[in-house]
């Protein structure tokens, strides 16, 4: 059988479409591991504590109790309205349990946002340096991510620079604080001026609010709340990072009509909701008492302050992070070439990053590292350096 032939080609849709970077990195780790080497681990992205023991108690509850069965593709209304309520107190933004949609975590959310809004050929903005995955989800729709600097936009405007990338092609605009991979939190002020772009240019915009509970600066404001905005947003939201939840894969989209419709359709014919009983353990987590982040987002900041401040000491030049679990340092002095830069760094000091390249031009010569793993491993991390480089 010749797989020349014109079946055996994968669908045109999908060639634009990449494979994550950093599985190649994981591969890379895990046969120095093999040869019995420390790997210093800064690559990963997620929480380094443990899902928390009354959501793990609602899951075996749930089981105990049968709740097996197919649950509404939507989500159960009782973790639906939970969300919603968060959603007004926190974010202050205007939902309805209606406009609320249980999703398999921040990726099926944002899949399903893009899925709706955005048409073939069009093109979608996205501040640069950006999570890697939306340029494959807007690949995805056959559609164009165009970059913009965040530190051009934040030094010269963002109304300016957002102007230069407009395009007649131009449909939506990606919005992710706090950001991956730099930590970057938008202001009140940034936020305005680039809600005031969209309305101005009548764009759809698809907020990320991964890391809304991790900020240790300044303040988390949903786009979503601000005046005019609320119809023509969709937000994503996960329980991932919050609640230290990243493999139970549960998440929420919120958006009114139309983007509703678009978007349970995305989940209807993907995965037909959301494991019933993972929902229950959703609702618990939802339910947490409101101060069950300060332990949380202590540990990190102190777990970010040692990275930074080890970081500046090596000349790894750092911003200091105002929220996420992300610092990403200019790497020059190692390398001019960010993956050339990683690859010594794991040679040498067997310390594990992410290239910066791997979240767009606007990340090369810079490494990500991960706060989210022990204070021991930061300080053993940073000693190795000083010996090393
Ligand atoms: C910016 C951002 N958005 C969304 C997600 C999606 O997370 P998940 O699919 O695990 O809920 C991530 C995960 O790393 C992220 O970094």
Known sequence: MSTASTAFRLAARLEQVGFSDIVKIR??????????????????????????????????????????????SSGIPELRAAIAAKVRARNEIPAETEDVLVVNGGMQGLFGAFQSVVNPGEEVLLFSPYWTPIKDLVANCEAHAVFVSTDEARAAGFAQMLARKLSPRTRALYFNTPQNPTGAVFSRADTEAVASFARAH????????????????GEHVSIAALPGMYERTITCYTLSKSYAMTGWRIGYAVAPEPWMTGLRKALLYSTNG????????????????????????????ERRDLLVAGLNELELTCAMPAGAFYAF??????????????????????????????FGPHGEGHLRFSFSTSLETIQAGLDSMRRNL
């Open 27 to 72: 591969n890379r780790i895990m046969e120095l591991r093999a040869g019995g080497a420390t790997v210093y681990q800064f690559e990963g992205g997620e929480p380094f504590l443990n899902t928390p023991a009354q959501i793990k108690d609602a899951m075996r509850c749930a089981l105990a109790e049968n709740k097996t069965r197919y649950a509404p």
């Open 202 to 217: 009548d764009l759809v915009v698809i907020a990320d609010e991964a890391y809304e509970d991790l900020v240790y600066d």
């Open 274 to 301: 959301v494991s019933t009983p993972t929902q229950w353990a959703g609702l618990a987590a939802i339910n947490s008492p409101a101060d069950f982040f300060a332990s949380a987002r202590a540990a990190y900041r």
């Open 329 to 358: 340092p200019d790497a020059m002095r190692i390398h001019a070439d960010s993956r050339t830069a990683a690859e010594i760094l794991l040679d040498r000091a067997q310390v594990a990053t992410v290239p910066g390249i791997v």
